[in-house]
């Protein structure tokens, strides 16, 4: 099992230039989260599924967009970078919400310039 | 709505023991608590939910207060390999969404 595997590992973008990043699971879970961690600071979640087709915002979901068409798959998009989206990215995954713990992926360094 | 942690940083000397706690104003559901590296991702520690007992493993250990809303982390005989930020986290009754505490950066050092 590789786990939740993130890409890519590290990022430099553009104001104004959009990507996507891309977050995969081999465990089989319904559950997967978006977090973002800003230096110094804790977790904030951005987005987060109960399953395919299935996602709700979280509590930082501004200039973010996601989907979710399989169970393996949750990428998340940036539209429109701003230097306020400088941040360490981490997917995660857990098998049936928050009664189970979660597993996260080794994170995206993203910087915007 | 993001749980309080403290203290925000703890030193202590190799056997030494710390506790970390993380309150919250709302009715909990469970609260989870994670320790993260520098530069890794965060590792799971150990879940306590509503009506559920204390838990622990060698020598961490964790208690769910539901009346005061509050968690306490407990290390004892503190080793180097204990070096990381601690962070709990936690969802509230009736909802689905999960915030994490600001953390407790705790340095061991022989």
């Known amino acids: 099992n590789a786990g939740v595997t993130q890409t890519p590992k590290f990022r430099i973008l553009k104001i104004g230039q959009s990507m996507t990043l891309q977050c995969t699971q081999d465990?089989?879970?319904?559950?997967m989260y978006w977090y973002r961690q800003d230096p110094g600071m804790g977790l904030k979640l951005i987005y987060y599924s109960v399953g395919a087709g299935i996602t709700d915002k979280g509590e930082v979901p501004n200039g973010y967009n996601v989907s979710r068409s399989t169970t393996e798959d949750f990428p998340l998009r940036l539209e429109l970078a701003a230097p306020s989206q400088t941040s360490v990215y981490f997917c995660a995954s857990s098998y049936a919400g928050t009664i189970n713990e979660q597993f996260f992926g080794p994170g995206t360094r993203l910087t915007v310039l | 709505q993001q749980p309080v942690q403290s203290p925000q940083a703890v030193i202590l000397r190799e056997g030494e023991d710390a506790v970390i706690n993380c309150s919250s104003s709302?009715?909990?559901?469970?609260v989870h608590w994670y320790r993260q590296k520098h530069g890794e991702a965060p590792v799971f520690l150990m879940i306590l939910l509503k009506g559920g007992e204390q838990k622990g493993h060698e020598k961490i250990s964790a208690s769910f207060n539901e009346k005061k809303q509050q968690s306490s982390l407990y290390l004892t005989a503190s080793q180097l390999s204990y070096s990381g930020t601690y962070f709990c986290g936690t969802e509230e009754e009736n909802f689905n969404k999960f915030y994490f505490g600001s953390g407790t950066k705790l340095n061991v050092k022989p």
């Open positions: 465990m089989n879970h319904n559950y």
């Open positions: 709302k009715a909990l559901y469970s």
